[in-house]
């Protein structure tokens, strides 16, 4: 399969099962496919990313070659949707510090701005607590950010997702 056949398969719902299966065998594929993900700026490039999101529900191993590139595309990603499933796929995953610096200020900003989607800011949400693991002395202030944004800009997501984290933040 060629990337031009690549992207056109992508093109199409109904190939979804079919290129989920067939890229999680091969790696020459999902290359391609994290290729398109990252880098590709055709319209339907954020059905890439999906694809990638659904791969790392059966095979996340696939994806850890690529954290440090996603998390370098994240940053400066313009394309709402692809944003929203990369900052996905990086809540899923162990960081490394290296990963975890670069990552807090991002995360942060995404988490209290008014122009980020709902799913953008829940996964942001969920990158910060998960630092917060690893980094317990961040955990006050994480803690006070999501509370801030849970009483002055929630929305049913935020709200949930917050309350939840909240609990585990405040558990010793």
């Given at each position: 399969?060629?990337?031009?056949?690549?992207?056109?398969?992508?093109?199409?719902?109904?190939?979804?099962?079919?290129?989920?299966?067939?890229?999680?065998?091969?790696?020459?594929?999902?290359?391609?496919?994290?290729?398109?993900?990252?880098?590709?700026?055709?319209?339907?490039?954020?059905?890439?990313?999906?694809?990638?999101?659904?791969?790392?529900?059966?095979?996340?191993?696939?994806?850890?070659?690529?954290?440090?590139?996603?998390?370098?595309?994240?940053?400066?990603?313009?394309?709402?949707?692809?944003?929203?499933?990369?900052?996905?796929l990086i809540s899923?995953?162990?960081?490394?510090?290296?990963?975890?610096?670069?990552?807090?200020?991002?995360?942060?900003?995404?988490?209290?701005?008014?122009?980020?989607?709902v799913a953008a800011?829940?996964?942001?949400?969920?990158?910060?607590?998960?630092?917060?693991?690893?980094?317990?002395?961040?955990?006050?202030?994480?803690?006070?950010?999501?509370?801030?944004?849970?009483?002055?800009?929630?929305?049913?997501?935020?709200?949930?997702r917050g309350k939840?984290?909240?609990?585990?933040?405040?558990?010793?």
């Open positions: 399969m060629t990337k031009e056949e690549l992207i056109s398969l992508i093109d199409s719902w109904e190939n979804m099962a079919f290129l989920v299966s067939e890229i999680s065998k091969s790696p020459e594929y999902y290359n391609m496919l994290i290729d398109i993900a990252l880098y590709d700026s055709i319209q339907k490039s954020w059905r890439a990313a999906y694809l990638v999101d659904l791969i790392n529900d059966t095979k996340p191993t696939l994806l850890l070659s690529f954290l440090n590139k996603i998390i370098d595309q994240v940053k400066i990603e313009k394309n709402e949707s692809k944003r929203r499933h990369f900052l996905k899923q995953n162990e960081l490394s510090q290296e990963q975890q610096g670069e990552l807090f200020d991002f995360c942060v900003n995404t988490l209290i701005s008014a122009k980020e989607t800011r829940v996964h942001a949400m969920q990158i910060l607590y998960n630092i917060s693991l690893t980094e317990p002395e961040l955990k006050p202030e994480i803690l006070a950010i999501i509370e801030h944004e849970i009483e002055n800009h929630s929305t049913p997501g935020i709200a949930s939840k984290l909240v609990t585990k933040l405040k558990m010793p």
